[in-house]
């Protein structure tokens, strides 16, 4: 099992970028694929990106590629996501999720969770 603590989210101007952290506990950090959702108010949580165990390979949603990057760092336990160009519309709560079975990247069936950080884009 994993615990996932989410941090860096804010309130930022539209344009602007923030770095979320998402630190994961346990020895096995390179067996979970790492994923990162946002749920705003009144829609659904969405996977907003992922990434595989190595960190070579990745994915985006659609509206966010091109301004979000996910990463990790196996040795310290941490997944990232920076976000640049921020819109109003990325406003929502990020969590940060964590799954060990080997799906596509873009499936966004996970297991564990974090507790969310709220992000807030003003225009």
């Known amino acids: 099992q994993v615990q996932l603590v989410e941090s860096g989210g804010g309130l930022v101007q539209a344009g602007g970028s923030l770095r979320l952290s998402c630190a994961a506990s346990?020895?096995?950090?390179?067996?979970?694929?790492m994923g990162w959702f946002r749920q705003a108010p009144g829609k659904e949580r969405e996977l907003v990106a992922a990434?595989?165990?190595?960190?070579?390979?990745?994915y985006y949603k659609e509206s966010v590629k091109g301004r979000f990057i996910i990463a990790r760092d196996n040795a310290k336990n941490t997944v990232f996501l920076q976000m640049n160009s921020l819109k109003p519309e990325d406003t929502a709560v990020y969590y940060c999720?964590?799954?060990?079975?080997?799906?596509?990247?873009?499936?966004?069936?996970?297991?564990?969770w974090g507790q969310g950080t709220q992000v807030t884009v003003s225009s």
């Open positions: 990434i595989s165990r190595g960190g070579s390979n990745s």
């Open positions: 346990g020895r096995t950090f390179t067996s979970y694929t």
């Open positions: 999720a964590a799954r060990m079975v080997v799906y596509a990247l873009s499936n966004s069936l996970y297991d564990y």
